[in-house]
């Protein structure tokens, strides 16, 4: 029997002498690699920190003492060793694992993550109450180092060091390099400053140079700064309040162990120990891989290959690229903008055609926002693509920095709708309603890719203010790609198949399962309109009026929460007296619960936004549902 298998939670772990920690995180290692092989998942940053892992649950005491892993995609160490080692096969999967922290999968997750740099201000939370309470448990956030690129890592540690609460940040650098090489000097200074015996000494010298004159009081404090900084690169977080501890080579327990135990058993005010780590360790094909295998398919343990199924159609993501570079070649102030997912945008395929014309801000939806904004005040065509669920982050940049100053800012947004095995946390439901109701923003979203390319000519030609347009992960259906877009009228639809007595008005992705319902209510004797509204705000009420008028049920379809698209429609009938007894009219959305992880297909059936879902909905509305096929009961 392997070490892992003897070891169901950290408890176990304590057990085992500290000499024989290595071959846990090897074994560790070798069963998270065979385990995302088999779901997919988030490979490389839980590979970066497996020794990491090992050595915190060994140290401290979880989950009373609490773990915070910020985003989350480097927690599937932590979870093997916290009692979901026999269900690490089910992650991302429906009713399985979720791929990230979460509060009511296990007590040994304290906070729930899937947006990065929370970590801290949480923690800090944590530790605060914790004192209120009396108590004297330790709290530890672990946050990357892409995360601490984020304004709100910044504001929880100044927040921290004012408070001098308290709490320990182990800060995972895997790919800034901000720290110098790291080796056998570097570890045992990390030591000695973590230590009691220099903290000590340097409190002594504090005691003693209290006696001096103010002018050498600063400089000798200015000189103890200086010399230990000299090796640790540590003054800006001493700056913000946090006594600053390494470099830490993360992946040797004989540097890791007595430095978290000397952080554990310190008592004192907010700590940051800088732990230096390579994403994908000791997995070759990561290790080799450009971004380090940071989200994968199913793959082949011993070659590394991922079994990704030939597309049918191309990506979503890959025709927005493609036509913005398109654009951009005609038109020398288009840039793009991207927080820190220059892939999940396809902006790395626009850099390198523009690459003087493509910023990577980092994890900072905010000042991406603003920063477009500053762009477009200039003059400039910014494209600021951003996935849905995190221009949530940038709200208030889009109030008030953008659509309050009508600067025309062009908002790609990606993973509109449901993502699957990513669950809640990256699903794009709200962006219709919030960007909706902001008076003076246009809000697109395509029915299929060909019609993706001519929203992003849209964008690129519409100068009056703030524009965005949604489009979902994944395939387009297949239809051919015209050359060139062309400039969409601002706020027109289009009727793409014509009947009499039902209207589906369908906004975005939906549109395909709108049509295959459209046949089978035809077959039904319920001959059905099926409009592609392109537009929720500006409504095409011209169309929207003739479908109320002429069709007995009108129902709107999108993938998107309450208050967007369908609310839309539904004041502007309200207002213009078009909700006559006669019109039955229904809209179909998101249900209102964050739906779990799972396949996308099984997801939108679930909220029964697939073709029989629709067709369902008809047959309530007219109250025939007893009528429907059995499949469809």
Not at 20 to 39: C, F, I, K, Y
């Given at each position: ?6 070891i169901h939670n950290p ?103 899937g947006h990065s740099s ?37 504001e929880a540690m100044n ?475």
């Amino acid at each position: 029997m392997s070490l892992l298998d003897q070891i169901h939670n950290p408890s176990d772990l304590k057990k085992v002498p500290e000499d024989r920690l290595r071959q846990v995180a090897e074994e560790l290692r070798e069963e998270m690699v065979d385990a995302v092989s088999v779901t997919g998942g988030h490979l490389g940053a839980g590979l970066g920190v497996v020794e990491l892992t090992v050595a915190l649950h060994h140290v401290f005491d979880t989950p009373k003492d609490r773990l915070i892993w910020d985003v989350g995609h480097q927690c599937y160490p932590h979870k093997i060793l916290t009692e979901r080692k026999d269900r690490i096969r089910t992650l991302r999967q429906g009713d399985g694992l979720s791929g990230f922290t979460k509060r009511t999968e296990s007590e040994y997750d304290p906070f729930g993550a899937g947006h990065s740099s929370t970590s801290i201000s949480a923690g800090l939370g944590m530790a605060v109450a914790r004192d209120l309470a009396g108590g004297d448990n330790n709290v530890i956030a672990v946050i990357g180092d892409g995360a601490m690129s984020a304004g709100m890592a910044y504001e929880a540690m100044n927040n921290a060091g004012a408070l001098n609460s308290r709490l320990i940040v182990i800060l995972n650098d895997n790919d800034m390099s901000i720290a110098p090489p790291v080796g056998a000097l570097s570890a045992s200074l990390a030591r000695l400053v973590s230590g009691k015996t220099y903290k000590g000494l340097r409190e002594a010298a504090k005691q003693v140079a209290s006696a001096l004159p103010k002018p050498l009081q600063e400089k000798a404090a200015q000189a103890e700064e200086f010399a230990r900084s000299f090796f640790t690169g540590g003054t800006l977080f001493e700056e913000l309040g946090f006594y600053y501890v390494g470099p830490v080579d993360g992946h040797n327990l004989d540097h890791l162990l007595p430095v978290l135990k000397n952080v554990r058993d310190a008592k004192e005010g907010p700590i940051l120990v800088h732990v230096v780590t390579q994403k994908g360790k000791g997995y070759l094909p990561a290790e080799n891989a450009s971004n380090k295998y940071h989200a994968v398919a199913k793959f082949d343990v011993v070659t590394g290959k991922q079994s990704k199924p030939k597309p049918n159609a191309p990506a979503y993501t890959r025709v927005f690229a493609n036509a913005l570079i398109a654009e951009a070649n005609k038109d020398k102030k288009i840039v793009g903008i991207t927080a820190a997912m220059p892939d999940g945008t396809g902006l790395d395929v626009f850099e390198k055609v523009h690459p003087t014309r493509m910023f990577d801000v980092g994890i900072a939806e905010q000042h991406a926002v603003t920063f477009a904004a500053g762009l477009a005040s200039e003059g400039f065509k910014p494209f600021c693509a951003i996935y849905s669920t995190f221009l949530q982050r940038g709200y208030d940049q889009v109030v008030h920095d953008v659509a309050i100053q009508k600067l025309p800012v062009r908002f790609p947004i990606d993973r509109a709708g449901l993502v699957g095995a990513d669950g809640a946390t990256h699903a794009g439901a709200f962006d219709t309603a919030f960007l909706s109701c902001l008076p003076g923003m246009v809000v697109m979203s395509p029915g299929d890719e060909a019609e993706l390319v001519h929203m992003v000519s849209t964008a690129a030609a519409y100068d009056e203010g703030p524009i965005a347009f949604r489009y979902p992960r994944g395939e387009g259906i297949g239809i051919d790609l015209p050359e060139q877009g062309v400039p969409l009228e601002i706020g027109k639809g289009r009727i793409v198949k014509e009947g009499t007595k039902v209207a589906l008005l369908s906004f975005g992705g939906r549109l395909s399962e709108a049509l295959r319902a459209a046949d089978t209510l035809d077959a039904a004797g319920l001959s059905t309109t099926v409009a592609d509204a392109r537009f929720a705000k500006p409504l095409d009420t011209d169309m929207i009026g003739r479908l109320a008028k002429e069709h007995d049920v009108l129902i709107t379809i999108e993938e998107g929460s309450i208050g967007g698209f369908g609310s839309q429609v539904l004041q502007f009938l309200s207002d213009n007296g078009l909700l006559d007894g006669s019109l039955k009219i229904r809209s179909m959305i998101l249900p209102d619960v964050f739906q779990d992880h799972s396949k996308p297909e099984l997801m939108y059936k679930d909220a029964k936004l697939d073709a029989d879902g629709i067709v369902l909905r008809v047959f309530e509305a007219i109250g025939k549902a007893k009528d429907l096929p059995l499949r469809l009961v």
